[in-house]
DNA sequence: TTTTGAACTGTCACTACCGACAGTTACATG
DNA sequence: CATGTAACTGTCGGTAGTGACAGTTCAAAA
C-alpha cells in the first residue's frame, strides 16, 4: 500500500493551494499513488451533447489524437454515467452497463487507457458538471484492494483540486461574465415568462406597459446569447439566475 | 486515531446500500468517528433564500427546536458558504469571515453544536444543493489533528451517503409522477425548444413533419400541466427531464 | 458635469406559436 | 382480436412573440 503519510501530504498541498495548475496535480498523484492516466473535464449540458468548458489529461500526445479524432468524449458511457450521478463510477461496471461501446473500450485499451479506474462526479455551480477520471494499469484484483483503500483519497483530491480549478477560474473570468448578469426588472420577468405568463400579463404584474416586458425580455435575450424566450428560460434555470417557484 | 479498519467497513456499508436511512448512517458516522452532530441538508434556491427540500440532523428535540424556532438554517454562514462553494468549510473560518453573526454562534453553542467542525458541499442534479456539516467536540488542537487525518473519510462517505438518498427519491417519487414521464419524441422536441430551435428547425432536425413537432409539444405541455413552451421548458430543466448530458 | 446604466414607452411588420378540428400507421400487450 | 400507446400528418384562425425603428426619465458613479 502507498506511505499513508504521502497521502496526507498530497492533500495538504492540494487544499492549501498548491496544485494551481492541472499539470501539478496530475503529476503529483501519479507519483503519489500508482495511477496510469488522469482526465478533468468540466461541461455544460446542451442539446445535443456537452460543451466541454475545461480538459486536461495526461495522455501522450498519440493517445490524446486518438481520443480527439473519435470524439470518444462524446460517447464516452464512463463521462456520462460520471457526469450524470453522484457516486463514483467504475470504469468495469460502465463496460459492462454498455455492452455496445465495447469497440470503445478496445479503442481505449490501444491507448493504454482502459484496465482498471474509477471517475468521480464533482459538486459544480449550478447547471454546470464536472468529474475527475482516475486510470491505473492493474488487476482486477490488485485494483480492487487498491481502490476500498484510497477512494476517499481520491474523493477528496478530486474535490479540492476542482474548487482550486474554479477559483481560479472564477478569478480569471470575471471580466468576461460582467455582460451576463441580468438586472432585477430582467430577471422578474425571466421568471414570470418561466411561469407560463404572457407578456400582456407580466405587464399586468409588474404594473408597467407591455412594450417594456419586451424590452427587459430582449435584454435578457442579448445577454444570455439565445435566440428565444424559450432558450432564455432553459439556460437561466440552468445557471440558477431565476428562482424556483 | 481511529481504527482505520472500521473507517474501511464503514465506507463499504455507505457504498453497498446498507444505509438507505439517514438515522443509520447517523447511527454509523457517531460510532466511527468521535462526532458530535450531523446535519444533511438538500436544498434549492430562492429569490429571498433557499428551499429546503430534505433536513436530517442527529440534535435532541430541544437543539432542533432551537434551531426551528429561530431559524438558524436562514442565516447560517456555513450554510451559505458550504451551499454556495465546493471546497469544505470549517465552521471556525465561517465565525471569523462573518463577525456579525456572532450572536448565531452563541446560540449554537447553547445547544452543544458550534466547538469544532466542517461542512462539505455534495454534487447534486439540476441547480439543487446539498451539503453535509460534520461537528465535534474536540479542542482545536485535537480536531486540526483529527480532521486532517479523517477529512477524505467526511468527504466520501458524505459523497456515498448522498447518492444513496438521491437514489432513493428517485424511485420513490417515480410512482406519482407517471403521468409526468415524457415520451422519447416529446423529451427530444422540449430539448431542441429549449436550445432555441423554432418548430421548423426542429422539424428539419429529426425529419418530421413541423405539425408532428407541434403534436409531441402539445402533449408535453399537457403532461406537465403548463401553457406555454416557455414554461414547459422550464419545468423539464428544473426536473430534469430534459437530457442534462 | 458628463457619463453611464437601469427603467421605461410607442409603432410597424413579420414570424412563431397554439388550440381545435380530424385523421393514419405501427407495434406491443392482454 | 381488441386495447392501448407512441409516432405521425393536414388545415384554419387567432394570439403571442420578435426585431427594428426612435425615443424619455432618473439616479449614481466618474
Known amino acids: 500500500m502507498t506511505d499513508q503519510q504521502a497521502v ?17 496535480f496530475f503529476a503529483l498523484m501519479r507519483r503519489t499513488f500508482k495511477i496510469a492516466h488522469l482526465l478533468y473535464l468540466e461541461a455544460e449540458p446542451l ?4 460543451k466541454v468548458c475545461r480538459l486536461h489529461h495526461t495522455f501522450g500526445a498519440y493517445a490524446a489524437e486518438i481520443y480527439r479524432t473519435r470524439a470518444l468524449h462524446r460517447i464516452d458511457p464512463i463521462l456520462r454515467l460520471a457526469l450524470g450521478g453522484v457516486r463514483p463510477v467504475e470504469w468495469t461496471t460502465a463496460r459492462r452497463r454498455f455492452p455496445e461501446c465495447e469497440p470503445l473500450f478496445h479503442a481505449a485499451e490501444e491507448i493504454g487507457l482502459s484496465t ?56 480569471a473570468g470575471a471580466i468576461d ?3 451576463m448578469r441580468l438586472t432585477g426588472r430582467e430577471t422578474e420577468v425571466l421568471t414570470w415568462s418561466a411561469a407560463g405568463k404572457s407578456y400582456w400579463e407580466i405587464a399586468t404584474i409588474l404594473g408597467i406597459s407591455e412594450r417594456t ?19 432564455a428560460v432553459a439556460q437561466a434555470v440552468r445557471h440558477a439566475l431565476i428562482p424556483t417557484i
Open 47 to 50: 442539446a445535443d451533447g456537452l
Open 177 to 179: 461574465e460582467r455582460d
Open 8 to 24: 496526507l501530504d498530497l492533500l495538504d498541498i492540494v487544499e492549501y493551494g498548491g496544485c494551481a495548475e492541472p499539470e501539478q
Open 116 to 171: 482498471e479506474g474509477v471517475a468521480l462526479p464533482l459538486p459544480s455551480p449550478a447547471g454546470r458538471m464536472a468529474l475527475l477520471a482516475i486510470n491505473a494499469n492493474m488487476s482486477p484484483v490488485e485494483w480492487s484492494i487498491y481502490r476500498r483503500c484510497h477512494l476517499r483519497d481520491f474523493q477528496l483530491a478530486a474535490n479540492l483540486f476542482h474548487a482550486s480549478m474554479l477559483e481560479h477560474a472564477a478569478t
Open 213 to 231: 416586458v419586451r424590452f427587459f425580455m430582449t435584454n435578457a435575450r442579448r445577454k444570455l446569447n439565445v435566440v428565444s424566450n424559450t432558450q
